[in-house]
């Protein structure tokens, strides 16, 4: 039995009455089950919903799940683990002039990218296609990210986290984010399942507070400059000089500064996040020159889909072979069926083995660090031939 201690009551009285306007007695949070709530005064709800976050199992694999390159050893490469981080401290950099809810940003950011697939959006996009061919539905990580959190692991975080998490999608800009209002969970669920079976309901989601709306752009303001840091550390490109940048600039530093104090003045005393035209021009004309130049080129999109693309087609059809033949002595049990099953047991009542086969694999696959992954295919296939990564030395 878990034993969890307490403050006095006196000393609670007394800290609620000297912080009563305060963040601290911040009380809007929607749960699934409000009665289930751990909130205290020294924990607030999204402070709850944040320690969920970071002690799920998955929050770790974030360490080795890279952005953008691939099949390289170099540790100056961004990894998720950092990704999160600078959206998070972008977005609280917004959030703390804005007057928003500081914990409830830090939620979002940390959970955003948690069902992210390993190999960047090249193995969101294989596993999709894996996916879609059995089953005709879709996998979108920001999709999964929700799954994981509420349904893999049912944490019972807020409504507005698991709603900032799913309409975090940066890979579509906007010039202003007018927060879409918040719904119920019945209607959460339903927008959850539309967006398994079309693509255009999960590309016009608008987060429905502000803290999600910061998040969302911030998550864009996090990669722009820090993947062309990345593509000189790797040689793909010579110096961010042949990237243009007169009003946003073109280095990380200025570009994260620039976008911060733009979106501030036009923000500020408002009711949605938004920039000045010029600056969302410039900021949509960036990540253009990224995938031209980093995200489309033949070093990553070309060969990190030309090696992995069947890696992810046998895996997948491996793996189903495993879970319908039910032998629990096989690698997705183990490792997988039997890790939820004994991790989860505090926050899901369900024998997590009943699920559909598809989506176990696809909860699995989706759950692999880069090396996992390709170490179960030298295990799984070890005839095939082995994957190497450029060394520290080439």
């Not at 999600?212 to 840091?229: E, T």
Request: net charge negative; hydrophobic share 35%.
């Amino acid at each position: 039995m878990l034993n969890y201690k307490s403050l006095s009551k006196k000393l609670q009285e007394e800290i609620a009455n000297n912080t009563k306007d305060t963040f601290l007695t911040a009380n809007d949070a929607i749960r699934r089950n409000n009665k289930n709530s751990s909130a205290s005064l020294w924990r607030p709800e999204y402070v709850c919903d944040i320690e969920r976050i970071i002690h799920s199992p998955y929050y770790n694999r974030y360490t080795d799940k890279t952005q953008v390159f691939s099949f390289m050893k170099n540790d100056d490469i961004s990894r998720r683990a950092l990704h999160v981080q600078l959206v998070s401290r972008i977005a609280k950099n917004i959030g703390r002039i804005l007057g928003l809810n500081l914990d409830l940003i830090e939620a979002i950011s940390l959970g955003h990218d948690i069902g992210h697939t390993p190999f960047g959006h090249t193995g969101e996009t294989l596993l999709s296609n894996q996916y879609k061919k059995r089953t005709g539905r879709y996998f979108f990580h920001n999709l999964h990210s929700v799954r994981v959190l509420d349904e893999i692991f049912n944490y019972n975080l807020s409504l507005q986290t698991l709603d900032g998490i799913l309409c975090h999608n940066g890979e579509f800009e906007k010039l202003e984010y007018v927060p879409s209002g918040l719904m119920s969970f019945d209607e959460f669920d339903k927008i959850v399942e539309s967006c398994y079976t079309s693509p255009k309901v999960i590309n016009s989601l608008i987060p429905s507070t502000l803290e999600g709306c910061v998040v969302r752009i911030s998550d864009i303001i996090a990669y722009i400059g820090k993947d062309r840091q990345d593509a000189i550390k790797t040689g793909l490109i010579d110096s961010e000089e042949i990237f243009s940048g007169d009003t946003i600039g073109k280095y990380n530093a200025e570009i994260i500064n620039n976008l911060i104090v733009n979106i501030i003045e036009n923000s500020y005393g408002k009711d949605k996040i938004c920039m000045d035209k010029d600056v969302f021009s410039e900021l949509r004309a960036a990540k253009e020159e990224n995938y031209r130049l980093i995200y489309h080129s033949s070093q990553v999109a070309g060969y990190t889909k030309r090696v992995l693309e069947p890696m992810f087609e046998a895996m997948y059809g491996e793996l189903l072979d495993m879970v319908k033949s039910g032998n629990k002595d096989s690698v997705i049990y183990t490792h997988h069926i039997d890790y939820i099953n004994q991790r989860g047991k505090h926050y899901r009542k369900d024998d997590y083995s009943k699920t559909d086969p598809d989506r176990i694999v696809t909860d699995f696959i989706a759950s692999m660090t880069d090396d996992y992954f390709i170490d179960l295919y030298h295990y799984l296939f070890p005839d095939k031939e082995k994957i190497t990564y450029t060394s520290y030395f080439d």
